[in-house]
């Protein structure tokens, strides 16, 4: 795959409150339709900025869940972002790289 079939888009800002909204976000706002399956692993980040971006999930979890122990929050919102956020290859530092096939449609290609 060459550098040219990547798209390149910047790490997204996310507003919303809850985690799991907070990852659609992310996606629709790299251009997801909201329908279509996502492929995370075709949604990449560099090691740096992925570990960045998760940090300040779980950060923003604990404000959010006070009563939860650190270690439950850790726990929740890193497994959500490993499972269904994107992969941490990226060589493109403050991008997302997407990759031909990230989601259905005509975001996707």
Do not use: H
Request: with cysteine; net charge negative; hydrophobic share 40%.
């Amino acid at each position: 795959m060459t550098m040219a079939e990547i798209k390149l888009k910047p790490i997204p800002t996310l507003s919303a409150d809850l985690p799991g909204d907070r990852l659609v976000e992310f996606y629709r706002l790299l251009g997801w339709d909201g329908r279509s399956e996502v492929e995370p692993t075709k949604v990449r980040l560099c090691q740096q900025d992925w570990q960045k971006l998760v940090e300040a999930e779980i950060e923003k979890a604990k404000q959010l869940y006070p009563d939860l122990s650190p270690i439950e929050v850790n726990l929740a919102i890193g497994l959500l972002w490993v499972n269904k956020g994107p992969s941490c290859c990226g060589g493109t530092p403050g991008m997302v790289e997407l990759l031909p096939g990230w989601c259905g449609g005509e975001a996707g290609r």
